[in-house]
């Protein structure tokens, strides 16, 4: 079959590897499939432009995945609305975590002809086959569907547990040279990015986090390592970019991986999501040996009430101490704080300002943004089941609006009032932020017209 694999314009400058779609086409094509992709993202096409393709070519089945973000959103109901004016419409498949939770009403929004739930790699390849042999869709897990005006959810299909029987991404369906041109935290710009997973899932349960699947599967750091010295060799790549919910899910695993670099002599730099639990001295100076320059933290509040509340299971000593040993081993750490959790008030936001300006290194400007109730996430249900939130239609028309705007309200403040505030304590950090900006570019100045440092390379904003 054909398959066109929609990548959606997110509207940067430079855009993040579409890795999920990548691991759907790398599948697709290893089962016999002829895989194109349409990196609108990259070209910045208009959904017209999608139109003629599907008018002018032959495609058996189109897929479009997203994550639950109101511009996402948004951007799915463009795209299928693109591909619903098609003179030679394929079959319409559209997965991710925004469709996921919710698939009657996505098959209800984007007239797609099925959802694909939860991990994909699997459900793809038999739905195609289906689609192939003209077989009976409910026979395929992990997908839902409309059927004479039915609506129709299979059972859902079990985790992949070993996640290295996932061939690798196509990287070569990509045009990498515009993808490596992401600048992660601490890199230079000379240096090429790429992202990769060292595993899927989270040991963690937030109420906040939309994630369906339960635990964490890791890949055998030996493959992890064969990945990366393959992105080295055919793609020049010096910086990946770990893109794992958590990577640091154990101290044990961590330092696997690690000591797996660290043997195998590759030389590259790389950034991880991490958790302050295991931001241990002993732990985070050999993920710096190994070439770790920025651990991403969810953080999110600096009140232990409040971490309680969201399920966070650490505690704001565990917070300082482990942002402490980060930034004393050399790895800058980065701060995700957000406001708006059930309990939170002016007091706890001010505690999050006070700590991001006490200890914010600024390798990346950070603000702080209202909580949303993702579809999927406990916090929802909790917003539904006490009558601040109806339905799923009600969260993407009528309330997330924009992610740094309150969707859903769980404080006792007016959403003027919780406006009011976020601006005055975003204010604080964007004005810090700027200052230590202009007092570096300062002292770059001093120090070329006053040591005559001739390594200085100009004025640059990139």
Known sequence: MRILLVVYDNDSYISVFPLGTAYIASVCR????????????????????????????????????????????????????????????????????????????????????AVVIGEGEQTIIELLRALEEKSALENVQGIAFNKEGRFIQTPRRP?????????????????????????????????????????????????????????????????????????????????????????????????????SILKSKLKFKWSCNGRLNYAKADLLK??????????????????????????????????????????????????????????????????????LLKYNDNAQMRTIRPVTPYPGSPLYYYAIKNGLLKDCEDFYENKHLNSDLVSVNFTSLSDNEFHRILLEANKKLIEHYFAVQLKNSIKNAEKLYLQLDSSFRGFRQT
């Not at 109101?70 to 591909?83: D, M, V």
């Not at 800058?332 to 708006?340: A, C, L, Q, R």
Request: aromatic share 10%; hydrophobic share 35%; net charge negative.
């Open 30 to 113: 290893k089962a016999g499939h002829e895989v194109i992709i349409y990196n609108q993202d990259v070209y910045h096409y208009p959904e017209s432009h999608l139109t003629a393709l599907l008018n002018n070519e032959k495609f058996d089945a189109v897929g479009v995945g997203v994550i639950g973000g109101y511009y996402q959103y948004r951007k799915l109901i463009k795209i299928s609305h693109a591909i619903n004016e098609s003179k030679n419409r394929p079959f319409f498949i559209i997965g991710g975590h925004g469709p996921s939770p919710e698939p009657e009403y996505f098959l209800k929004i984007t007239k797609a002809d």
């Open 286 to 355: 050999l993920m710096r040996e190994a070439g770790c320059l920025f651990i991403n933290y969810g953080i999110e509040a600096l009140d232990d009430e409040i971490l309680k509340n969201m399920n966070k299971v650490l505690t704001v000593k565990q917070i300082i101490s482990g942002i402490e040993a980060t930034m004393s081993a050399g790895i800058s750490p980065g701060f995700n704080v957000i406001f708006g959790n059930i309990g939170e008030n002016e007091k706890t936001l001010e505690k999050g300002v006070e700590f």
């Open 159 to 259: 985790l992949i547990q070993n996640i290295d029987d996932i061939p690798l991404p196509a990287w070569d369906l990509f045009p990498i040279d515009h993808y490596a041109l992401l600048r992660g935290p601490n890199s230079k710009s000379s240096e090429r990015t790429m992202l990769m997973l060292s595993g899927r899932g989270c040991t963690f349960k937030c109420n906040f986090c939309y994630r369906m699947d339960e635990g964490f599967r890791p890949r055998a750091s030996e493959r992890i390592v064969e990945e990366i010295g393959l992105l080295m060799k055919n793609y020049h790549v010096s910086y990946i970019d770990f893109q794992d919910e958590l990577l640091m899910s154990s101290v044990s695993r961590t330092t696997e991986l690690c000591e």
